[in-house]
């Protein structure tokens, strides 16, 4: 079975976006369009003090009719961050995403950040188990 250390190896794009919990939304979500994707760690002297998702964004500014370059990123970033290990399955970590209504888990080691799996890396490595999984069935079966 998949860990997230495997799952990190795997990924094409390796780059862990971060942002300071003082910055701006408006530096937050440029830094977000450009480079497409839809959060960002927010890390304050190494330590994972939170993340900024478009769903921050959305639900904390937007509907709130607040200014997004007047706003800093503590004011509105999800605190209570539930980060995982890169020792931990692929199916403990969909698990937890499903419970949590999550899409993104930073990966923490030794207290430091050392990468950040979306859902659709987990979906990934999950479709390519089960392709693993079908090929060895299909061997065995061959003889």
Known sequence: MTNVAQVLYNKSNKEIVTIHPEATVLEAIAMMAQKGIGALVVLDAQHVVGILSERDYTRKIALHHRSSDHTTVAEIMTSKVIT???????????????????????????????????????????????????LQLQQYISG
């Open 84 to 134: 995982v290990n890169p020792q931990q399955s692929v199916e403990e970590c969909l698990s937890l995403m499903t419970d949590k209504h999550l899409r993104h888990l930073p990966v923490v080691e030794n207290d430091q950040l050392v990468g950040l799996i979306s859902i659709g890396d987990l979906v990934k490595a999950t479709m390519e188990d089960q392709k693993q999984l079908i």
